[in-house]
């Protein structure tokens, strides 16, 4: 079965920082894009960055461009989100995103649970 768990997610202070994971497992993770995504109560999801095959973080949202950075490490099935300089307005869950591909349909999705993240001040 498709696993997708984020961790990391704590109570920081504006300016602070915090290293988020997502682990996955149940499909072929090295060819996979991953995202992260965050959701704010009232408000729509948010893409932070896709994550490819490759490593190289896209589409970087420009509200955290410059202080979160974004990787993958295809041999741990793991992706990583640094964040850097922290504000109140960056809280919110924190999600992630496999798009996958699977011999059945072709490509399929699948997103973790989410794990929160709060800065205060």
């Known amino acids: 079965q498709v696993q997708i768990v984020e961790s990391g997610g704590d109570l920081v202070q504006s300016g602070g920082s915090l290293r988020l994971s997502c682990a996955a497992t149940g499909f072929t993770f090295s060819s996979a894009v991953m995202s992260w995504y965050r959701q704010a109560p009232g408000k729509e999801r948010e893409l932070l960055a896709n994550?490819?095959?490759?490593?190289?973080?896209?589409n970087v949202a420009e509200s955290v461009k410059g202080r979160f950075t974004f990787s993958r490490d295809n041999a741990r099935n793991t992706v990583w989100m640094q964040m850097d300089s922290l504000k109140p307005e960056d809280t919110g869950k924190y999600l992630c995103h496999a798009r996958y591909n699977t011999h059945a349909t072709g490509y399929s999705g699948a997103w973790g649970q989410g794990t929160q993240v709060t800065v205060s001040s």
């Open positions: 994550i490819p095959a490759t490593g190289d973080a896209e």
